[in-house]
């Protein structure tokens, strides 16, 4: 395991500090001899927050105060699986600013928990579909609306998201592999993260870098992009928690042409990936970033041996320990048969 230059803007607070935010890189050993290509994974869970979400988290805030849309003592508003609120609510504590997060009941207890510990005013709504008035997104844009000196951050459209990449999640992985990226993959929720990388690295690499967008079941982009631009409406669900999206958003859409493929990663591929990683890597992440993992194999196998391929661990498997980790909660699932024998010892009741 190779661990470089971790440094993070947490130290001091961030209305002082540029913020220098650098996660470790590491590369999965066991995944890159069984593909004969180097599988670098870059570690955003070691983030203050803990999650790839910070980095846009401060880049919106930095953005609202830029345009002069918050000042001092106002409220950030913000509509987020979790991880993006779990972030804002750090910079807001750091900043003095009330942090008001409204996120879909769906979402694991252990992100409120978190959230609320941060001081954030936690709303979880009901999971309806972004054309429905009452999705957290909506209710999140109104209650800024109705306050004072408060700013809906509106990270899905807000392009200071992908920006944050293209400044700094871009920029390291360039540096840390030292201009060699044959390959990117990564999920989305947002798109921020892969868009802001890939818009970087296609850059750097005069169009070398091959992106790969990974998608969970349930969400659309996989079809939209094999189908080269059509939205197919398409039900289903997934374990992952904080990617997959029914509509292409203002921080995909620049970006949108720059994603050479798409693949699509079945739940139990992710939740055996989750436990391979603990078991063989010590490394302990959520669905999302076992997904990339998964992808980021499969786009080693596509792109032939001797590549570097990277991907995103995007945050810590702490915040879905009840889920991912319980036995009950696997079977509800379905996905009972996803974990082989010999590591169905990780699981409790
Ligand atoms: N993984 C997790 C766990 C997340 O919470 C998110 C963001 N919701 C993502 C991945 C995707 O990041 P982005 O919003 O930049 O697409």
């Not at 996660?23 to 890159?32: D, E, F, G, P, Q």
């Not at 967008?213 to 939205?231: F, N, Q």
């Not at 999206?245 to 859409?253: D, H, M, S, W």
């Amino acid at each position: 395991m190779i661990r470089t230059g971790i440094s993070t803007f947490a130290r001091r607070s961030y209305s002082t500090v540029k913020p220098v935010i650098s996660a470790a890189k590491i590369r999965l050993n066991r995944l890159s001899e069984e593909t004969g290509s180097n599988i670098y994974a870059k570690a955003e869970f070691m983030n203050p927050g803990g999650s790839v979400k910070d980095r846009a988290a401060l880049f919106v805030v930095q953005d609202a105060e830029s345009k002069g849309l918050i000042k001092a003592g106002g409220t950030v508003v913000e509509g987020t699986a979790g991880n993006t609120g779990i972030g804002l609510a750090h910079v807001c504590r750091a900043k003095g600013y009330k942090c008001v997060i409204y996120m879909p009941n769906t979402q694991s207890q252990e992100k409120i928990d978190l959230l609320r510990m941060l001081g954030a005013e936690v709303y979880p709504v009901p999971a309806v579909a972004f054309d429905n008035p009452q999705n957290y997104n909506h209710q999140a844009a109104r209650h800024a609306e109705a306050l004072d000196n408060a700013v809906w951050t509106n990270q899905f459209d807000n392009t200071a998201n992908r920006q944050a990449h293209i400044e700094t999640t871009g920029p390291e992985i360039w540096q840390q592999l030292e201009g060699q990226v044959d390959g990117f993959t990564c999920s989305t929720g947002t798109g921020g993260t892969l868009a802001g990388i890939a818009r970087f690295l296609k850059e750097k690499s005069n169009g070398k870098t091959k992106i790969f967008l990974a998608d969970p079941p349930g969400s659309v982009l996989y079809s939209y992009i094999k189908s080269g631009g059509t939205l197919i409406e398409r039900g289903g669900s997934s374990i992952t928690e904080g990617i997959g999206q029914g509509r292409v958003t203002e921080n995909l859409k620049p970006d949108i042409e720059l994603i050479d493929d798409a693949l699509q990663i079945p739940d139990a591929d992710s939740l055996h990936m989750i436990y391979r990683l603990l078991d063989e890597e010590g490394i302990y992440v959520g669905a999302s970033s076992a997904l990339n993992v998964v992808a980021a194999v499969e786009m080693a196998k596509k792109l032939g041996p001797g590549k570097n391929i990277v991907t995103i661990l995007c945050d810590g498997a702490y915040r879905y320990q009840s889920r991912l980790f319980s036995k009950k909660w696997i079977e509800s699932k379905g996905l009972t048969d996803a974990i082989p024998e010999h590591l169905k010892k990780y699981t409790t009741l």
